[in-house]
Nanobody, 113 residues
Framework: QVQLVESGGGLVQAGGSLRLSCAASGSFFSIMGWYRQAPGKQRELVARIFSGGGTNYADSVKGRFTISSDNAKNTVYLQMNSLKPEDTAVYYC?????????WGKGTLVTVSS
């Protein structure tokens, strides 16, 4: 079993910054990342990081968001800068490893204009 503990969501004005964290317990990850789901929309990939350090980003966040990891702590961080109202969504941590795929409960990010 893998448990994910998310933190860092909240309310911020457009142009501001937030940092999300996701700590995984139980097993080291192969891939960890963040997805988001806005009201009325499908869940979409925001960014993910591989255990070897490679990363993927959605085009909409490139240059603004940075994903990083502390492998010793099995924790992934998402630094979100220059936030826009369209970034408003519930952000979900995603873990993939030898025990399968797991999702966090989600943390709400609200960006006001």
């Amino acid at each position: 079993q893998v448990q994910l503990v998310e933190s860092g969501g909240g309310l911020v004005q457009a142009g501001g910054s937030l940092r999300l964290s996701c700590a995984a317990s139980g097993s080291f990850f192969s891939i960890m990342g963040w997805y988001r789901q806005a009201p009325g929309k499908q869940r979409e990939l925001v960014a993910r990081i591989f255990s070897g350090g490679g990363t993927n980003y959605a085009d909409s966040v490139k240059g603004r968001f940075t994903i990083s990891s502390d492998n010793a702590k099995n924790t992934v961080y998402l630094q979100m800068n220059s936030l826009k109202p369209e970034d408003t969504a519930v952000y979900y941590c995603n873990y993939q490893g030898i025990y399968g795929m797991y999702w966090g409960k989600g943390t709400l990010v609200t960006v006001s204009s």
